[in-house]
């Protein structure tokens, strides 16, 4: 049985620990709710970016010229998995959710005889993925020092990454990240970048597609010129929805914590009052029975 | 006819105007041109340049970079990957981009490519004439 003076240190540290998932829980409150906003100010461009490239893809895609961000290399051979994870941990199970994905991913290519190769957004999923896949990572991007992610951050890792396609180092690549759905739910996700796949989406200028379209300078020109922009959109919408899940998910993790800190608090606090009860009656006894043997 | 058509300017990280517009002059891919409502259905890619906006309210100026304008008769709507409003515009802005435009020109002259290095070389002059244009 602890003494007294130990329950009441253990009182007050878990108190102290409260006072921190309290804090925590506060400011994910308030940064999620900035990454919301830029999350949904990115939409609209997402979406009609993805409207028109749909219709592009449609027109041209068939063809032998279309270009090969599109068209693909012919084969699927090696394989590129890109993890974007978040830089600090303490949000649940945000990043290994993310990673446990990946890593599954790398599993099934790897048994399927396929080349597989990672690179990694991010300091958390890398920390989760080195066990397994170590040998496989070919980069890294830090984002440690960024404050408020911008649209040339999404840029800098595309450019990175459609580099290493024209070296022909991968055929396909793939994201990973988790997308928003609430505070409680983020649903980890993989989404295939490069050969381009553009889902026909219900715009709201959905008659769009009756009309026929003058293409300046030429479909495959505007094409060429969109696809490398498609990869960094499509990197921007998902480590937007990664900074938000990321708070989402922190807030929902201090939230419990918070929770479980007071309620061992109380429980402990029961602890040391009955503690201190039986010190008292000790001592009682030992009066009375001391008066008594007089 | 109408003589107004819905203009949205979108950016990937905001959207910066949704409005009533008669008249929008936008600097194509192969030169300017200006829509107005019930123009063709088009679909262009964007030089740097200046976009301009004519509304009923009055007009504004954008600098933009990069992307493509999808007209579409009763609606226009540029995305591109930079949008600043003119207004906000300094020649810091400027020296950033035509510092970018230069190093891709001299990463082109570098590799084999000789219509990347023609188009770097574009990018590099359109980019010095935007700052002419603006007098800053």
Redesign the interface.
């Known amino acids: 049985m602890p003494n007294l003076k130990d329950l009441k240190n253990r009182i007050e540290s878990v108190k102290s620990t409260r006072k921190i998932t309290k804090a925590m829980q506060m400011v994910a409150a308030a940064k999620l709710r900035r990454a919301q906003e ?1 999350a949904e ?2 939409r ?3 979406e ?2 993805n409207a ?1 490239m749909a219709g ?1 893809a449609a027109s041209v895609g068939g063809s032998d010229s279309a270009p090969k961000l599109l068209r693909g290399t012919g084969s699927d051979d090696v394989h590129l998995l890109v993890v974007m994870t978040a830089e600090r941990g303490l949000c649940g199970g945000f990043n290994s959710n993310i990673a446990k994905l990946a890593r599954a991913k790398a599993y099934e290519l790897k048994a399927q005889g396929k080349t597989v190769k990672i690179l990694t957004v991010g300091k958390k999923g890398r920390d989760a993925i080195k066990r397994d896949h170590g040998d496989l990572f070919v980069g890294h991007v830090d984002l440690s020092e960024v404050k408020r992610l ?2 040339t951050n ?1 840029q800098d890792i595309a450019k990175d990454i459609l580099s290493r396609f024209d070296g022909a180092e991968f055929d396909v690549a793939t994201i990973f990240y988790s997308k928003f759905v609430n505070v409680v739910t983020q649903i980890p996700t993989a989404q295939q970048i490069i050969p381009a796949s553009f889902e026909e989406t219900e715009d709201a ?1 959905g008659d ?1 597609s009756g ?7 030429s479909e495959e ?2 094409l060429a ?2 696809l490398p ?1 498609g990869v ?2 499509a990197i ?1 919408s998902g480590l937007l929805e990664n900074g938000a899940s990321e708070q989402g998910a922190r807030m929902s993790a201090m939230d419990n914590a918070t929770r479980n800190a007071g309620e061992m608090i109380d429980k402990l606090t029961i602890q040391f009052n009955r503690s201190r009860q039986a010190v008292i009656t000790n001592e009682l006894i030992e009066i009375i029975s001391g008066a008594e043997a007089l | 006819m109408a003589n107004t058509m819905q203009f ?1 300017l ?6 910066l105007a949704s409005l009533e517009a008669t008249a929008v002059q936008i600097p ?3 030169g300017d041109m200006t829509a107005m409502p019930d123009h ?6 964007l030089r740097p340049g200046i976009l301009k906006v004519e509304a009923p309210e009055g007009s504004s100026e954008y600098l933009v970079t ?3 304008a ?1 007209i ?2 009763d ?1 226009l ?1 540029v ?1 591109a ?2 949008a600043i409003p003119v207004a906000e515009v300094t020649r810091s802005h400027l020296d950033d981009l035509i510092t970018e435009a230069r190093e891709s020109h001299e990463a082109a002259k570098a590799g084999e490519d000789q219509s990347i290095v023609d188009d770097a070389a574009k990018l590099l002059a359109d980019m010095e004439a935007l700052g002419t244009h603006m007098s800053l």
């Open positions: 830029s100010a990115s609209p461009y997402a009609r970016f028109v592009l911008g649209y999404a200028q769009d009309a026929v379209f003058d293409y300046e300078p020109a505007i010129d969109l922009k960094a959109t921007f | 949205d979108v950016s990937p990280e905001r959207s194509g891919a192969d063709a259905p088009t679909i262009t890619t990069g992307g493509f999808q579409n008769g609606a709507s995305l990957e930079k």
